[in-house]
């Protein structure tokens, strides 16, 4: 399927036009997603950057595009504002994401969700976004990002506690049930327009790692292993009603990636059996950019599993300066012996703005470092490679 062993993740970052209307949309909720009849002309510039971002892809060399996000104000929540029965609003705090400090670090506010019907993903919006840059990309390839079904089921139900009395769902499972016939809704009529790779984003993988530090969950919670088995559950059920349609089902997995800050820590190798081993994806997008994911040996748990491609992110999209190549092929060289060559991509551990604000860098830096990992890549895993870096 791929020509190109470089793959982008998702987003990029927004042009300033764009953003004016952005900015707006993050300060209010008396809107309507997609907030196109609150904001004249500000369908007609996102439309524009859109078409815009699929042509530099291109003009860069990725061969699997998206819109860059554009169409998005934050990477998860949009898909949860698109449904039926839900509304947002603005809360009093933000996500905890950790300062380049250490300190504690708070993001944007407008988080807030509420169930107001039952869900359905019939006729979301990001259909009709998906249907215009399939045709913007032409002869490119196109996948869709899309917040991952267990990270919204465990940001509604444990973080939010949307069940129970007086809620649309009156148990964890019946919320269950409808977040996942809801997916499965999206997943049909994505298929019906030509959709073939969705790629499912998740951050809280490492949340259930025993070395995390950062972890949401109480130390000695006794239910986060039945969490862990429901969460991949759910992942599954999604991914397999997926492939069911014909469909390639990637997921991708960070610890946070807002203004070039981090969310968590949690490694990998504590992990992997469970998440990369027991998860039903064709391809993982891993975030190995720094010490926090732990050793690359976590790989181990993917090689009997010889038709699942991994997406190694060795590179960081929050840093402003090239990253060190000497690190990414010594990195890349212990990946290839422990899951064959073939089976292996390179990519930023994240996209460039996850959500509207973006990284901290410009949008030149940001092709610079594309263009870095396009180079990599090409030497890499081309026939006349010489290992130099053992």
């Not at 269950?176 to 030509?194: D, M, P, R, V």
């Not at 951050?203 to 986060?224: I, P, Y």
Request: charged content about 25%.
């Amino acid at each position: 399927m791929t020509l190109s062993k470089f793959q982008l993740v998702g987003s990029s970052l927004r042009p300033k036009n764009l953003l004016a209307y952005k900015e707006q949309i993050e300060a209010r909720d008396d809107i309507t997603y997609p907030f196109y009849e609150d904001f004249t002309g500000y369908q007609e510039v996102e439309a524009q950057a859109i078409k815009d971002v699929v042509k530099e892809q291109i003009n860069h060399g990725i061969d699997i595009v998206t819109d860059g996000e554009f169409s998005k104000a934050l990477w998860h929540l949009d898909f949860l504002w698109g449904l039926t029965g839900v509304e947002r609003f603005i809360t009093d705090h933000g996500y905890a994401f950790k300062d380049h400090d250490g300190e504690h670090f708070e993001t944007r506010k407008d988080i807030g969700i509420r169930i107001v019907a039952p869900l359905s993903g019939k006729n979301h919006h990001f259909l009709k976004i998906f249907k215009e840059v399939k045709k913007d990309a032409g002869n490119t390839q196109a996948k869709l990002t899309v917040w991952g079904a267990a990270h919204a089921f465990t940001e509604l139900t444990v973080f939010n506690g949307l069940y129970g009395d007086g809620q649309v769902y009156k148990t964890q499972d019946d919320l269950k049930t409808g977040l996942i016939n809801a997916y499965k809704e999206f997943l049909t009529e994505f298929k019906e327009i030509g959709g073939e790779i969705v790629q499912f984003d998740d951050c809280l993988w490492t949340l259930f790692s025993s070395d995390n530090q950062d972890s949401f969950f109480a130390e000695g919670n006794e239910s986060l292993e039945n969490l862990a088995d429901t969460f991949i559950a759910i992942n599954n059920e999604v991914a397999d009603f997926g492939h069911s349609l014909g469909l390639k089902v990637w997921t991708h997995n960070c610890r946070g990636n807002y203004q070039s800050r981090h969310a968590a820590g949690g490694s990998y190798q504590t992990i992997a059996k469970k998440f990369l081993g027991e998860q039903h994806y064709d391809r993982f997008f891993l975030e190995w950019d720094d010490e926090r994911a732990g050793d690359i040996s976590a790989l181990e748990a993917l090689k009997d599993k010889p038709n699942v491609e991994v997406v190694l992110g060795l590179l960081s999209s929050k840093t402003a300066t090239l990253d060190d190549e000497t690190r990414i092929y010594q990195l890349l060289e212990k990946a290839s012996q422990i899951l064959p060559k073939e089976r292996l991509l390179l990519s930023h551990q994240c996209g460039f703005a996850s959500c509207d604000c973006g990284n901290e860098l410009t949008q030149d830096q940001q092709w610079a470092k594309i263009d870095q990992g396009q180079k990599i890549a090409k030497n890499f895993w081309s026939d006349d490679y010489v290992n130099q870096y053992n």
